[in-house]
C-alpha cells in the first residue's frame, strides 16, 4: 500500500485487498494500522462526537449568500472575463434597441456553477438572460432563444435563432462547453465549438447583423468559422452563481474587461499541446526559406490568441523595453523598464507582463518565461513607467542536480502586454568570481 491509507478512486483495495489479506502478502497488521489512522481524523476533527458537524442550518442562514459575499462573487466573474476580440469598438453594447440573445444555456440554470461544484444552489444562479433583462431595465427590447443544445441540435432552434437575429440589431451568442464537457476525466480530441452550435452561429452570422460571441468553457478552443470570424468575442468560463450579472456588467461597459489568458488558444485543435514556453525546435527559420522549419502545413505556429492576451474598452501602448546596464555582475542586479500609456479616451486597467530568454544554456530554455506583472490603472493620455528588477536568482533553472540556479550569458527580456508581443532589450550576466 506504500502508506496509503485511502484509495478513493482506483477501486483497487476493494477488488484486490481481501484476497491479498488471506494470502498473508498484506498482513493484517498492515490494515489494522491504516484503519487506526483514518480513526484517529476523524476522531480529531470531533466526527464520532457529532458527525454533522459541518452541516449547521444557523451557520448556513448567517453565512451562506450574504450580500457581501455575492458582491464578491459578482467581481470575481467581471475580473476574469477576456476580451480577446472586439472589431470596430462593438463592445460595449448601448442599452437601447433590439438585442437577442441565443445561445443553449443563456436561460438555463443547471451548468452555471461549473464542474466540481458539489450539490450546488442552482435556483441561486443568475442566467446570462437575467443579467441582460435586469441591466437593460427595458431600455432595450431582448428576444431570447436556445439555437440548440450543447452537443446535439434542437428541432426548429436555429430557424427561431435566425428569425430573433434578423429582427435585432445585434446578436449575442453564447457557445462552448457545458459543464459536464469540462474538469476532470474531460479531455476532447476536437476542442472546437460542437458542431451544432457552430451551425447555429453560422445560421445567425448569415443574416449579416452584428455578433458577439461569449465563450463558456473550462479550457482553450480552437475557433473556427462563424464564431472565429464574428467581430467581438469574449472569453467567460465558468463564472459561478453571479453570471449573469457578471457578464451583462461588462458587455454593457458598467464595467471594462480586465481578465488576461492563463492560455494560449490554438489555430487549430492538431496544435495541442500549444503552450507559450515552449522550447525552441532543432529547426528554427534562420532565412526567408520556410521549407525546413518546423511548422504546420495548414496554418501558423502562432496561436490565435496568445498567453496573457485580453483586451479592454481603451488602447494601450508601450515603449520599447529597456535595461539598466548591457551587463551585470554575478552577485548585481538589473532593472527593465517601460513606458505603458492609455491612448484611448477611457479609463482603463493594464496588465504589463516582464518575459525573459535564456538564449544560450546547457539545458535548453523555453522561447519565453513569465517573471512577473504590474497592474496599472491609467487615465486617458497617462503614461507610466513600469519597472522590474532581476537578480541571479531570478535567471536560475533546475539542472540535473535537481537545484537551480543561474548560468552566466545573455539574456533577452521584454515588457509587454502578452507572451507574443515586444521587442526584446538584452543583458549579460556576467560570470562570478
Avoid at 206 to 225: D, E, Q, S
Avoid at 389 to 409: N, Q
Amino acid at each position: 500500500t506504500a502508506g496509503c491509507d485511502i484509495s478513493m478512486q482506483s477501486g483497487l483495495y476493494w477488488k484486490h485487498l481481501p484476497d491479498l489479506v488471506k494470502s498473508g502478502r498484506v498482513p493484517m497488521s498492515v490494515v489494522d494500522t491504516a484503519v487506526r489512522r483514518v480513526l484517529y481524523v476523524k476522531k480529531a476533527m470531533g466526527l464520532f462526537a457529532n458527525p454533522y458537524r459541518s452541516l449547521d442550518p444557523v451557520r448556513e442562514a448567517r453565512d451562506v449568500r450574504r450580500p457581501d459575499a455575492i458582491a464578491l462573487a459578482r467581481e470575481a466573474g467581471r475580473k476574469s472575463m477576456v476580451l480577446l476580440k472586439n472589431e470596430g469598438n462593438l463592445l460595449p453594447l448601448k442599452k437601447e434597441g433590439k438585442i437577442a440573445l441565443i445561445g443553449p444555456a443563456v436561460s438555463q440554470k443547471g451548468d452555471y456553477p461549473g464542474p466540481w461544484a458539489n450539490f450546488p444552489d442552482y435556483e441561486s444562479c443568475v442566467t446570462v438572460e437575467e443579467g441582460f433583462r435586469a441591466a437593460l431595465d427595458g431600455k432595450a427590447k431582448l428576444t431570447v432563444a436556445r439555437g440548440s443544445d450543447y452537443e446535439a441540435p434542437i428541432d426548429g432552434e436555429i430557424d427561431k435563432a435566425v428569425r430573433l437575429a434578423k429582427d435585432a440589431d445585434v446578436v449575442v451568442l453564447l457557445l462552448g462547453e457545458s459543464a459536464s464537457m469540462s474538469g476532470e476525466a474531460q479531455a476532447r480530441v476536437d476542442i472546437g465549438i460542437p458542431a451544432p452550435q457552430l451551425a447555429l452561429a453560422e445560421a445567425v452570422a448569415a443574416t449579416g447583423k452584428p455578433i458577439v460571441i461569449l465563450l463558456r468553457h473550462g479550457r482553450a478552443l480552437a475557433l473556427t468559422g462563424a464564431v472565429k470570424a464574428a467581430p467581438a468575442i469574449m472569453a467567460t468560463w465558468f463564472l459561478g452563481s453571479e453570471t449573469g450579472n457578471s457578464i451583462a456588467d461588462v458587455v454593457f461597459g458598467d464595467y471594462a474587461p480586465q481578465g488576461r489568458l492563463p492560455v494560449s488558444f490554438p489555430q487549430a485543435s492538431g496544435q495541442e499541446p500549444f503552450y507559450y514556453n515552449h522550447r525552441r525546435t532543432g529547426r528554427p527559420q534562420l532565412t526567408a526559406d520556410k521549407a525546413y522549419k518546423a511548422r504546420y502545413r495548414e496554418v501558423t505556429d502562432e496561436p490565435l490568441y496568445p498567453f496573457g492576451h485580453g483586451l479592454t474598452y481603451s488602447t494601450a501602448s508601450y515603449s520599447a523595453t529597456s535595461v539598466s546596464a548591457a551587463s551585470i555582475p554575478w552577485g548585481g542586479s538589473v532593472t527593465i523598464t517601460a513606458t505603458v500609456t492609455n491612448t484611448g479616451s477611457r479609463p482603463m486597467h493594464e496588465v504589463a507582463q516582464l518575459y525573459i530568454n535564456d538564449k544560450v544554456a546547457s539545458l535548453t530554455q523555453p522561447v519565453r518565461s513569465l517573471k512577473g506583472i504590474k497592474h496599472l490603472d491609467l487615465e486617458p493620455g497617462q503614461s507610466a513607467i513600469v519597472s522590474f528588477t532581476l537578480s541571479r536568482a531570478d535567471l536560475g533553472f533546475v539542472h540535473p542536480d535537481k537545484k537551480s540556479y543561474a548560468e552566466p550569458g545573455a539574456f533577452d527580456v521584454w515588457i509587454a502586454p502578452n507572451a507574443a508581443a515586444g521587442t526584446p532589450a538584452t543583458f549579460i550576466l556576467k560570470a562570478g568570481a
